[in-house]
């Protein structure tokens, strides 16, 4: 006679994947956060003060934003969406393994960069069309749509006059400056995104309660 002593209620399993994808979440946006500042710092200080100290800032915005990369996956696929599932997975599986064989030296700068830009593009995308839908609170939905796209567009601006502009002419600075600034909106706003999604989902939000955004805290 079976008791159902072994037997581990689906309830039960809902709730681990969730605090496993809330908490992988939070690491993921102080990781995410973490590496955008050090970028930031790193790109001031090359034109204010180049050096040791800035070129030291490179390496471990590469370390943040590859932990950020590794801990978005189980939020990823916790939140679903079919077929989209496998297009954030997959963007930040090779995020990751990109910006660890950069940190290593096995990949060169320009090729990591063009692998990173299609990485990034891939999880913009699924950003955008995740958000499109009913998975998260509207409010949640509206910034990671926003994000998304200025996201996508600015990456892909970058990505296609470096391919066909001359370095440093009038048209590749305009276009750098064109789609950097929308690019760099976009990704300062992922792992505040990220942040609130993973609270959301601590919550018990993606069970089914429409709650728009969060208790208070």
Same mark, same amino acid.
């Not at 590794?70 to 090779?94: K, R, W």
């Not at 660890?100 to 299609?118: C, F, H, N």
């Not at 998260?136 to 391919?163: C, E, F, H, M, Q």
């Given at each position: 006679?079976?008791?159902?002593?072994?037997?581990?209620? =689906?309830?039960?399993?809902?709730?681990?994947?969730?605090?496993?994808?809330?908490? $992988?979440?939070?690491? $993921? #946006?102080?990781?995410?956060? &973490?590496?955008?500042?050090?970028? +930031?710092?790193?790109? +001031?200080?090359a034109f204010v003060r180049p050096g040791p100290v800035q070129a030291a800032l490179f390496p471990l915005a590469c370390a943040a934003a590859g932990a950020?990369?590794?801990?978005?996956? =189980? &939020?990823?696929?916790?939140?679903? #969406? #079919?077929?989209?599932?496998?297009?954030? +997975?997959?963007?930040? $599986?090779?995020?990751?393994?990109a910006l &660890?064989?950069? &940190?290593?030296?096995?990949?060169?700068?320009? !090729?990591? $960069?063009?692998?990173?830009?299609?990485c990034g593009m891939g999880f913009a995308a699924w950003l955008y069309l995740l958000c499109r839908g009913?998975?998260? =609170?509207?409010?949640?939905?509206?910034?990671?749509?926003?994000?998304?796209?200025?996201?996508?567009?600015?990456?892909? !601006?970058?990505?296609?006059?470096?391919?066909?502009l001359p370095t440093s002419s009038t048209a590749w600075l305009a276009v750098l400056v064109l789609g950097g600034v929308p690019a760099v909106l976009g990704w300062l706003a992922v792992p505040a995104w990220t942040l609130r999604v993973s609270r959301w989902v601590r919550y018990g939000g993606h069970r089914g309660a429409r709650v728009d955004d969060l208790p208070a805290a």
């Open positions: 006679m079976t008791t159902g002593a072994g037997q581990v209620p =689906p309830q039960a399993t809902d709730d681990r994947a969730a605090r496993l994808a809330a908490r $992988a979440g939070l690491g $993921a #946006g102080v990781a995410g956060a &973490l590496a955008n500042m050090l970028l +930031v710092a790193y790109a +001031v200080l950020s990369a590794v801990l978005l996956i =189980p &939020l990823v696929l916790y939140l679903g #969406g #079919g077929s989209l599932v496998s297009l954030g +997975v997959a963007s930040m $599986a090779f995020s990751a393994v &660890l064989l950069m &940190l290593t030296g096995l990949l060169a700068p320009v !090729a990591g $960069a063009s692998l990173l830009a299609g009913e998975t998260v =609170p509207r409010r949640s939905g509206r910034v990671g749509r926003r994000a998304g796209v200025a996201a996508l567009v600015g990456t892909a !601006a970058v990505a296609v006059g470096n391919i066909v």
